[in-house]
């Protein structure tokens, strides 16, 4: 049943295993990863024995006749790239939502790593104004950190405030999976701040077919590698929500009889994670790609397979959570955590940033052992107290996310709290930064 | 003529290759694909198919594309050259690659075939020789690297000639020796070895019996690693493993440090990269990196060189041994060693064992562990690989296979607590459930008590049971309430609590901090074990938590103050003043 159209392009008509998600067929001369085109729907060819190919259709199945015809495209899948990406949204197989066309120079997609020797040392702050992130867990350009929340949580919104003060020369959105409230939310907070035309989207929302969400991550990568290497450019990539994108993952490894290991997650999650979040990178001439990803949780269980993996790979993590006390979302201390941090505080920022940080949150910390001392019916001392009335201002003026400072107003406010409540030695900072830093009464 | 094979299917990286010749398990082929070759190892045989995982992306491989099989296992090449090196999982070297992008089927050589080396002999006519003795020595950077017969020769033979001291090439001959048969064989400074197969030209490997100083106190007081020894540190992301590990390579008393950084993130390899060439390395002044070779196989290459890694690491850690040197290996993490072994056999769709690892991954790991080891060379010289891997155990749950089969191999036990970390007690190394079985060797008791001090483990001991008793104190504290309890609870937990932020802690960024001689540690720790013996007098228990963070104010800042200096005797003394004002016995 084989006919050759143009070069390249071969034509079958017979199908004769189908999946929920896959189609297998006879065909010969098929390269691994090929795209083909399955009933007018893009498949991508995941396994090959003998003369028998299968692909895996990412928009799923539904109603493919087993004489359907399926024409094989010679290539991996591709993107466009020119400056004419910057201002647009795409969908997930990188095609202009407007139905216009995109003129630019076509590149596979999900391409090589960067040779290690060729990266350069992350070393540029971001700076967001928020101090439960500058202060606590400071962001630096070509660095991977993932929001970890629950769907209820306002981490799209921080997400968004995070990327406009970031001055990104392009801010490169991943929307995978994303509700179409969230997706609008996202181009009206661009569009208001008159960051437009810095944005990319690739987007695939909840509308769209799951396995289709396997693509977003890649082509949104793709044109951020563009920017990063050919155009030297400050990148930063956001991509929501990747919890689903692993849910993906495993849809196909199941139609692959695949067998799973933990949480019903394919064997290989930990590497097909690092495949998307190691993009991230700061290149010697100045270019950088920076990621910022959500990964939902479920009723916040960092142990499942989805978030465990993804913090094995990633840089740190971005926690969420309500302080009842003070009736705010804050960026939680302790769970939180960047690993990239200690490349710029105390360096690009001012000695005595990383000192500063650690008492506050330890001193924090021993509110936290208060408050359940009070909790159990126990009378506090009165240096409990004192950490009370401390965690109180430090939730209130600087973990809170609509906190926006610059970083010595974040010091300066940290001595403020430490000098109303606390003597120097219960801080704990190191005398030379208390002889500098602690005003005298 | 080697057998030529096409191929048959392609799943991910798994590549069935049919082939009417001999294949062998574990042997190289490579794949032509694009006017490039992908190198790939067979992992399985049926019939004449062989299985076989590629190092690289099978983006565009087509059935019916050629393979040449090699006739040999994966091999590395040995010789002067591998110091300072930043290393792939298949001993690539990375500097000579091109481009900003890895390209696929583009391999390198680890040694530099046009440098020279200034050779000077050892080995003299007529001596009897056999696999890795001594033929003469070279400078790498400034360490003394050894030429030696390759392991590869079974049997005694006798040296016919030694080349003269001078400047030479690698593959220039170096010596002639003659076998049995009086056959001359011409020996190189380099030589190739199979990285699965451990190297045993040695005489005989005792059991460790000295300590390797690390300078982090919590390991080197609480619960040292012998020379030679095995250790392991599981731990949840975030809670300090790969600092842990950059420390111990900074300040570990070795002659030279392998890191493996195994399918772990690239940003911390360039990490080491870029500080370590520019590192002071605090034990001969020069560069750190001048005696670090980097094995960087990261989490997005290609996932089957990441398990060639840790051999290769291994195997140039055992070419140094037999050198007589120190030498640390460092594996981080060998989780995800066992995952890209999971991978595979995933693949292959053998019937997986728990959590869907491989049945015989305990057997893996174990036979990897045994590699390291002290070890007496056949000239009477002693050399040892001390290795240290980390674990990343899924969620945080020391339950799961990898750190099981790790915690049955490995002899040292660095638990890393999330608790700990959370509150930035670092490192997060939590003292009572981690264990040194070297302790309880006799001859590590006697070298410690020797090296430091006559009653050096009984203070040890006494130190864990002041934590272990301040541990208990603490949860009677949270259950009854600070005054349900008698004041002398109070005393017991705040005295551990002095040990945990006195010795335990300790800051790696601090430039004095980050490392601690053994002999300051002995002075520390008498220091503290003297306060802990002490009597006080306390009103009531509020006065005890303000009391003893003036103690600890003063004692930390002598752990960030040079030793013995102005500054540090100025603490002292104020520390003392402060003991006054309560002490009664």
Redesign the interface.
């Known amino acids: 049943m084989e006919k050759d159209t143009k070069a390249f392009q071969r034509v079958y008509t017979k199908l004769f295993q189908l999946t929920k998600a896959t189609v297998s067929l006879n065909a ?7 795209l083909a085109i399955v009933d007018g729907r893009l498949a991508q060819v ?6 028998v190919v299968t692909l895996q259709v990412f928009a799923g199945t539904e109603g493919i006749p087993t004489n359907a015809e399926v024409v094989f495209t010679g290539k ?1 899948p591709t993107l466009k790239v020119s400056d004419d990406l910057a201002g647009r949204f795409f969908n997930a197989y990188g095609e202009p939502l407007d139905g216009s066309e995109i003129i630019g120079e076509e590149r ?1 997609i999900g ?12 070393s540029e702050l971001i700076a967001t104004g928020i101090a439960g992130i500058d202060l606590n867990n400071t962001l630096v350009t ?2 991977k950190i993932p929001f970890f929340a629950d769907p209820d949580q306002p981490y799209n919104q921080v997400m968004a405030m995070v990327a406009l003060r970031a001055q990104a020369d392009k801010i490169i959105l991943g929307g995978v999976g994303l509700t179409n409230d969230d997706y609008l939310y996202f181009k009206q907070v661009f569009d208001n701040a008159g960051a437009l035309d810095r944005i990319v989207g690739f987007i695939n929302t909840t509308e769209d077919p799951p396995v289709e969400r396997l693509l977003v991550p890649d082509m949104a990568l793709t044109a951020a590698e563009y920017f990063a ?1 050919d155009k030297k450019e400050k990148v930063l990539v956001l991509l929501t929500d990747l919890t689903l994108y692993a849910d993906a993952l495993s849809i196909v490894s199941n139609r692959m009889d ?5 949480d019903s997650m ?3 999650l ?2 097909d994670l ?2 998307l979040y ?4 700061q ?1 010697p001439d100045g270019g950088s790609i920076t990621i910022v990803a959500v990964t939902t949780l479920s009723g916040g269980d ?4 989805i978030p ?2 993804t ?3 990633t ?3 971005l926690f969420l959570r309500k302080d009842s006390d003070v009736g705010k979302v804050i960026v939680d201390p ?2 939180s ?1 960047s ?2 941090k ?2 710029v505080i105390g360096k690009k920022t001012r000695e005595d940033h ?1 000192q500063v940080m ?1 008492s506050a ?2 001193l924090f ?1 021993d509110a936290a052992n208060a408050k ?2 009070l909790e ?4 506090l ?3 409990d107290e004192r950490t009370l009335e401390f965690a109180k201002g430090y939730s209130e003026k600087l973990l809170a996310i609509d906190v926006n400072i610059d970083v010595d107003t974040m010091l300066e406010t940290a001595y403020a709290l430490f000098e109303k409540h606390f003597t120097p ?2 801080v ?1 900072i ?2 030379e930064f208390v002889d500098k830093y602690w005003k005298k009464n | 003529m080697n057998t030529i094979g096409k191929v ?5 990286n798994l590549v ?1 290759v049919e082939t009417e010749g001999t294949a062998a398990q574990n042997e190289i082929c490579f794949i032509e694909h694009d006017n490039t070759r992908l190198m790939a190892e067979v992992i399985k045989i049926m019939g004449n198919k062989a299985y076989a995982q590629v190092f690289e ?8 594309a050629k393979v040449e099989f090699m006739g040999h296992m994966l091999e590395v090449d040995l010789g002067p050259g591998l110091l300072s090196k ?1 290393l792939d999982g298949l001993q690539n070297d ?2 000579k ?1 091109e ?6 089927g583009e391999y390198t050589h680890a040694l530099d075939d046009h440098k020279t080396y200034g050779f000077v002999p050892l080995a003299k006519p007529g001596e009897k020789v056999t696999a890795g003795s001594w033929l003469g020595e070279v400078k790498e950077n400034w360490m003394p690297h050894k030429i030696m017969v390759p392991f590869k020769m079974e049997g005694e033979y006798t040296v016919k000639s030694v080349a003269k001291e001078g400047e030479y090439h690698i593959h220039d001959t170096m010596a002639v020796v003659t076998d049995k048969e009086g056959q001359e064989i011409k020996i190189t400074m380099t030589q190739r070895w199979p990285v699965k197969v451990p190297i045993r030209a040695y005489k005989e490997k005792p059991r460790p019996f000295k300590i390797m100083e690390t300078g982090i106190r919590v390991m080197d007081t609480l619960n040292p690693i012998a020379e030679g020894g095995t250790g392991f540190i599981p731990g ?3 809670s300090g493993k ?1 600092v842990l590990q950059h420390n111990l390579s900074k300040n570990a008393e070795a002659d030279l440090v392998v890191i493996a950084a195994c ?1 772990e ?3 911390e ?3 080491i ?3 370590f060439p520019e590192l002071d390395d605090p034990r001969t002044g020069r560069k750190l990196m001048e005696r670090t070779t980097i094995i ?1 196989n ?4 290609p ?1 089957a060189a990441r398990e060639a890694s840790v051999y290769t690491a291994m195997t140039i850690a055992e070419y140094y041994r037999a050198m007589g040197l120190k030498v640390l290996l460092l594996a981080d ?1 060998t989780s ?1 060693w066992a ?1 890209a072994l ?2 595979m056999s ?1 693949r292959m ?1 053998e019937l ?1 064992g728990p ?2 690892f491989p049945m015989d991954l305990p057997a893996i790991i174990s036979n990897f562990y045994s590699r390291a080891g002290f070890v007496y060379l056949n000239n009477g010289e002693t050399g040892s690989i001390t290795f240290i891997g980390t674990v ?1 155990p ?4 020391l339950k799961e296979p990898v750190t099981e089969s790790t915690k049955k191999a490995a002899r040292c036990f660095y638990a890393l607590s999330q608790a700990r970390a ?3 007690r670092y490192p997060a190394i939590d003292p009572i459930d981690s264990y040194s079985k070297y302790l309880e060797y006799p001859e590590i008791a006697e070298y410690l008590n020797d090296k430091i001090a006559s009653h050096w483990t009984e203070n040890v001991f006494n130190a864990k049971t002041i934590l272990l008793r301040g541990r208990e104190a603490h949860e009677q504290i ?1 259950i009854l ?4 309890v008698p004041l002398d609870y109070h005393l017991r937990y705040w005295k551990s609590e002095l040990i945990d932020f006195v010795i335990l802690q300790q800051d790696a ?1 601090d430039k004095i901090d980050a490392s601690t001689p053994l002999k300051r540690q002995h002075y520390m720790l008498e220091k503290v074990l003297e306060i802990c013996d002490m009597e006080f007098k306390f009103e009531n ?2 006065k005890v ?2 009391y003893f ?2 103690v ?2 003063q004692l ?2 002598m752990n ?1 103050s040079e030793y013995e200096s102005e500054q540090f005797k100025k603490n002292e003394k104020e520390l003392e003043t402060i003991i006054q004002e309560r002490k009664t016995a």
């Open positions: 010969s001369g098929i390269g691994n990863d090929e995941v396994k090959i024995m003998g003369d991996a596979e391409g090589p790593s960067v040779n290690p020797v060729r990266r350069k040392q992350p070509g660095q290497v695949q067998i799973p290991s933990k394919p064997g290989s930990y590497s690092a495949r190691e993009k991230a990178v290149f960092i142990t499942h397979a465990d993996n913090g094995y790979i840089e740190g993590q302790f769970r955590l690993r990239l200690q490349l990383p650690n949150v330890r910390a359940t001392k159990n019916g126990f009378d001392t009165d240096y030695a219960e704990g190191r005398q | 048959n299917g392609i799943i991910a069935i992306s099978t983006r565009g491989l087509k059935v019916g930043n990375l500097d690659m481009g900003v992008f890895l390209k696929r949840p992301f975030g790969t399918g993130r690239a940003n390899v360039v990490e990269f870029t500080e960087a990261t989490s997005n290459m996932v993490s995800r995952q999971r991978e995933n769709e997986p959590d869907g990343s899924a969620g945080g749950n959370d509150s930035k949270n309430g600070d005054d349900g960024f228990f509020e938590n303000p963070k003036r600890i104010n930390k800042q960030y």
